[in-house]
């Protein structure tokens, strides 16, 4: 062919960007490559409408499916299902133990193949504290998602893109649906914001969380009118400096678990660079996570059985409900071991006002640990 339809072939083998209508022209302004979003969706139809489109979908479904259930064989379901949704939807997990696993990051649009056939071996396969309807919900949501070209999922679609951040932090909310906070959840007996911080939170978002708290009116014991929390921080400086400002905020991280000696409770994904192939479904932060999870479910059990009580012959249909539900029988245990949570937090909470460097907040942090873990693990023996 002549260089110029090679080059023509070339140049629009995946996104041109050179190609671009009015309406693209005003909603890129608005919405961040939502000229490469569209392209990308026209390109990727096109080739799944094409000649090899028949075996790319067949394939893209086997390797899915033949993936899913060699994690699932090597890790457990249990350990499997600890891998957050938003990383098995975009990526191949490659498990190296029973914890440990690789994630290859798959090509937008395209992704939704192997999610198909992940979604059919999980129903088959997985834990069964996930409904096939929730799984199936979450397949379609992604495959919204994955064609949308204004990005976002749910009420941040409509939004520009410069308020993103604004909106996430509001939701307590990043794009992975994963908090990016820890919540004040008494309105009546606030607590300091830079007290409220992850573990994974950075030492100088920590510093300036103190300073801000301070120099707007707040003491040591009583919040100011500003009184961000350092995961808010964290948050709004790599939002501001994008995957640079992130990364260095890794190293950051990273550096001060080394010198301190915590090394082995940073989470995988705050690994610079090393975070985005590699990571590890065990750890205090995972635990965590499917705690608060956990504890939703079983409230949401609990407002069930409460309703279903409230109707004529409730006693009758509560009873049937708990009977073929085994998670709803958890409700006291997950209230008991709240209440535990609760009180220990109580302690910490004063023990950190009178010295934030006590030995003995360890002591408190590992039994929180130790009862996050403990609900965890009966919601799974009952799954």
Do not use: C
């Not at 490559?33 to 409408?49: I, P």
């Not at 957050?84 to 937008?108: K, W």
């Amino acid at each position: 062919m002549s260089d110029a339809k090679a080059a023509s072939i070339a140049k629009n083998i995946s996104v041109n960007f050179n190609r671009k209508g009015s309406i693209t022209t005003k909603a890129g302004a608005y919405f961040a490559f939502f000229n490469a979003a569209v392209q990308g969706t026209a390109r990727t139809v096109e080739t799944l409408r094409g000649p090899k489109g028949k075996q790319l979908i067949a394939s893209g479904v086997g390797i899915g499916a033949a993936m899913t259930a060699m994690a699932i064989a090597a890790m457990g379901e249990d350990e499997y299902e600890k891998i957050p949704e938003f990383v098995r939807e975009r990526s191949l997990i490659i498990p190296l133990g029973d914890a440990d696993y690789v994630a290859i990051p798959m090509p937008l649009g395209f992704h939704i193949l192997p999610n198909i056939g992940r979604k059919a071996v999980e129903i088959a396969m997985g834990s069964n504290r996930i409904s096939a309807t929730e799984r199936m919900a979450q397949l379609a949501g992604s495959t919204v998602s994955a064609f949308n070209p204004l990005g976002g999922n749910g009420v941040d679609t409509f939004v520009p893109t410069v308020l993103d951040p604004v909106v996430a932090l509001w939701r307590n909310k990043d794009w992975t649906g994963r908090a990016i906070y820890k919540e004040d959840f008494n309105s009546l007996d606030p607590t300091l914001g830079f007290t409220r911080k992850k573990d994974t939170a950075s030492g100088i978002s920590s510093t300036l969380a103190e300073f801000i708290n301070k120099a707007s009116g707040g003491t040591d014991y009583k919040q100011g009118i500003m009184s961000p929390t350092p995961d808010q921080l964290d948050y709004a400086f790599g939002a501001v400096f994008g995957g640079t400002g992130r990364e260095a905020l890794k190293f950051e991280q990273s550096a001060e678990a080394l010198m301190t000696g915590n090394l082995a409770e940073l989470p995988a994904h705050k690994i610079p660079l090393v975070g985005r192939l590699y990571g590890k479904a065990e750890g205090p932060s995972v635990e965590r996570g499917l705690y608060y999870e956990n504890l939703k479910r079983l409230n949401e059990h609990e407002a069930e059985i409460a309703g279903l009580r409230s109707e004529q012959g409730g006693a009758a249909k509560a009873a049937k409900y708990i009977w073929e539900t085994p998670e709803a029988r958890l409700v006291p245990q997950g209230k008991a071991i709240e209440k535990i949570i609760d009180g220990l937090m109580r302690r910490r909470k004063k023990l950190k006002a009178t010295n934030p460097n006590a030995p003995g907040l360890r002591i408190i942090e590992q039994r929180i640990e130790f009862q996050q873990k403990r609900l965890n693990d009966l919601v799974a023996a009952a799954a």
